[in-house]
């Protein structure tokens, strides 16, 4: 829906530039994919053209075909300027094969979700008749209004089995995505120009570029790793600049699901309720998805359950965190772990000759633009979390699907805000369905808000760290109340918004008339220690190591980094003195 909703959009603003005969206000990134949209539209149009008439078609082809050429369109230009943004290097750059995946990936899945809606015309309708079917969008657009209104009336159930009318489909493969996306990169990059703003004369002529190129990267050592040489698309400085305020304009079309997801039955069966799942992500490695499949179902059964609760646990948007965030970041950002809207200024050129002092200047220089390129990549990756919260914000609650990795460690599905991201993520989610706090519960939250403030307190024993709440409750209040203009102490915690959060649910609690009656909806982390020595400890029946990876109770938490560091230490030191 979110592709077809922008496709319209730009047909929309194409017939006002038409009718006005000028262009309208947008933004700017908004008039660059606008620019965009129709030169990829008809190349992509064109290109189906060609591969309908051939006789020998390109392996891409048939997939190609499979979808509207405006949506097509659409779904390259955002899927590539997302890819773009959520580069780690900062310079919007993103490799080809995995732009090529990326793009190739998301016409499937969208293919396979028209495909479900086209699933609900009459059966008793022709192949040949259903086609040609000039209602057919205005069935989809019925069958998409009476699954939303089942869901805004909580009548799940009755969603899910509309829904589960979903027709079976084979997988494309890595294969096919990757040569469907590698032709419509090839398009984009033919069809998408920027103009430089430079000042010109009346007579001379626009000095437009490719908003996109094809780079070879060179093999280099960073962080005493080789990186080999390697192909990437490269946007254009015009474009990387407007990447921060990017995140309104680029539709990212799979949010978290307003229903619960389907329960896992196998390999591809369960998770979402029509876009393509897997229980396990193997980046296209043939053998690990052929073990996983060959696994008997029944011995699966355990690893399907675990997943099913956690994708059917309901979250929701913390309003009261996510408007100090909101607050902060329209400020400026660069305070509670929040990446500063601002970049640091490049040194200064020295006013010598000096060789030396030269070299050093121009070594400061480019480790500032580094850092600059990576507050780049930083800022980008916030807005696309706030982006999705906004959207998400008025639901009364939505759920995670999850999957595994090579490991076996399940993660949410959805990539970009979810309860194990970072302590943004976490402190702005929160669960949907409260519970009253009780007694323990009400110990339990105050020993949560210790562990978040973190400076060490963390590692003290449970009544030290009750202790420390009951010492710190005007700053709590305070904290709770004015979480922005007030003291602020939150925003010293190592983990500021999740100890926000806290803050706020106890000032509910300790301010209502009965603090274990008070309904909390915060979930209350508790990490384990050193997992990996932990299952070595318990194989092996080690007290020690059990004791040292908190398998056996103790009187404070064991650090057995500390440990390990302290014995370091003696070893080198301890036994010259």
């Known amino acids: 829906e979110a592709w077809a909703r922008a496709a319209e959009e730009y047909r929309q603003l194409e017939r006002e530039m038409l009718d006005r005969h000028l262009a309208p206000q947008l933004p700017y990134v908004k008039s660059l994919f606008l620019g965009w949209f129709e030169p990829l539209r008809d190349a992509v149009a064109r290109d189906q053209d ?76 022709s192949k040949t008749e259903s086609e040609n079917d000039p209602g057919l969008d205005k069935e989809q657009a019925k069958c998409r209004k009476l699954v939303k209104s089942l869901v805004r009336r909580r009548k799940l159930t009755e969603a899910q089995k509309l829904v589960q009318q979903e027709i079976e489909l084979e997988e494309w493969g890595t294969e096919a995505q990757v040569k469907l996306g590698t032709r419509l990169i090839e398009l984009l990059l033919d069809s998408a120009f920027v103009q430089s703003p430079a000042d010109q004369t009346p007579d001379s002529s626009p000095d437009f570029r490719p908003a996109f190129k094809h780079v070879l990267r060179k093999p280099i050592v960073e962080n005493g790793r080789l990186k080999k040489k390697h192909f990437v698309i490269e946007c254009d400085p015009l474009v990387h600049e407007g990447f921060e305020s990017t995140a309104r304009h680029v539709e990212i079309p799979y949010l978290p699901m ?5 329960k ?5 069966k369960g998770g979402h309720l029509f876009l393509p799942s897997y229980v396990m992500r193997t980046h296209g490695v043939k053998d ?23 994708g059917g646990t309901k979250w ?40 030396d002092e030269i070299q050093k200047w121009k070594w400061s220089v480019k480790k500032t633009k580094k ?67 009780g007694k323990s519960g009400l110990r339990w939250l105050k020993i949560h808000l210790a562990n978040k403030y973190g400076g060490g307190i963390e590692k003290l024993s449970h009544e030290s760290k009750l202790t420390f709440v009951e ?49 909390s909806h915060l979930p209350i982390h508790q990490d384990g220690s050193c997992n ?45 003195q």
Request: glycine content about 8%; aromatic content about 8%.
């Open 50 to 125: 060609v591969q309908r008439r051939k006789r020998v078609k390109h392996v891409y082809a048939k997939y190609l075909l499979l979808l509207p050429a405006e949506k097509v369109a659409v779904i390259v230009m955002h899927k590539m300027m997302g890819l773009l943004m959520s580069s780690k290097d900062g310079c919007g750059s993103v490799r080809v094969v995995q732009a090529a995946h990326s793009i190739g990936e998301a016409v499937e899945r969208e293919y396979k979700v028209q495909a479900f809606f086209q699933k609900t015309r009459r059966k008793t309708r």
């Open 258 to 262: 307003l229903v619960p997801p389907t």
């Open 264 to 268: 896992w039955k196998g390999y591809d």
């Open 288 to 310: 690990q998805k052929e073990a996983i499949k060959s696994v008997p179902r029944k011995q699966l059964r355990k690893v399907f359950e675990a997943l099913d609760i956690l």
């Open 316 to 355: 929701r948007v913390n309003r009261r965190v996510h408007d100090v965030v909101e607050t902060i970041w329209s400020r400026g950002g660069g305070i509670a772990g929040l990446v500063d809207k601002g970049n640091i200024p490049l040194p200064e050129q020295p006013e010598t000759e000096d060789p």
């Open 371 to 437: 850092a600059n390129r990576e507050l780049h990549a930083e800022r980008c990756d916030t807005e696309l979390k706030l982006s999705v919260a906004r959207k998400m914000r008025e639901e009364d609650g939505f759920y995670y699907p999850h999957n595994l990795d090579f490991r076996g460690r399940a993660y949410p599905m959805h990539p970009h805000l979810s309860h194990l991201g970072s302590d943004l993520c976490r402190g702005v989610l929160e669960y949907a369905e409260g519970r009253p706090l």
């Open 471 to 519: 010492d710190h409750l005007p700053d709590i209040f305070d904290s709770a109340a004015n979480p922005v203009d007030g003291n602020c102490w939150w925003i010293n915690a190592e983990d500021p918004f999740q100890c926000l959060a806290a803050c706020m649910d106890l000032s509910n609690a300790l301010e209502s008339s009965s603090p274990h009656g008070a309904v």
């Open 532 to 576: 990996g020595l932990q299952h070595y400890a318990a194989l092996g029946r080690d007290y020690m190591g059990a004791a040292a990876v908190n398998l056996v109770p103790g009187e404070k938490p064991a650090d057995i980094y500390s440990e390990i560091a302290a014995r370091g230490y003696w070893m080198l030191y301890g036994k010259t």
